[in-house]
Nanobody, 124 residues
Framework: QVLLVESGGGLVQAGGSLRLSCAAS????????MGWFRQAPGKEREFVAL????????RYADSVKGRFTISRDNAKNTVYLQMNNLKPEDTAVYYC?????????????????WGQGTQVTVSS
């Protein structure tokens, strides 16, 4: 069983930055594709970014491309999401997820383990 714990969320003004962290334990972190998803009130959970096990491949949703950066430190079993130039529409609960499979994963159903989420609120 893999345990994922997110941290780093909070309240920030539009244009500000936050860095989310997701610490993993109990599994083979360095072999997983890691993803970040978010869910705003009344909306479905949506893909934000992913990073392959080696860190060599990253993908982003169009809505965050150029503003968010995903990275990982396999020695620390941690994945990060640096969020810059935040907008009110980025307000959501952010979840990290681990995928133990071949290929990239953009859908929630493709991920095997989930964290509890961390709230990000961007004020205008």
């Amino acid at each position: 069983q893999v345990l994922l714990v997110e941290s780093g969320g909070g309240l920030v003004q539009a244009g500000g930055s936050l860095r989310l962290s997701c610490a993993a334990s109990g599994g083979s972190f360095s072999s997983y594709t890691m993803g970040w998803f978010r869910q705003a009130p009344g909306k479905e959970r949506e893909f934000v970014a992913l990073i392959r096990w080696s860190g060599s491949i990253t993908r982003y949703a169009d809505s965050v491309k150029g503003r968010f950066t995903i990275s990982r430190d396999n020695a620390k079993n941690t994945v990060y999401l640096q969020m810059n130039n935040l907008k009110p529409e980025d307000t959501a609960v952010y979840y990290c997820a681990a995928r133990n499979g071949i290929g990239l994963g953009y859908a929630t159903a493709q991920y095997d383990y989930w964290g509890q989420g961390t709230q990000v609120t961007v004020s205008s």
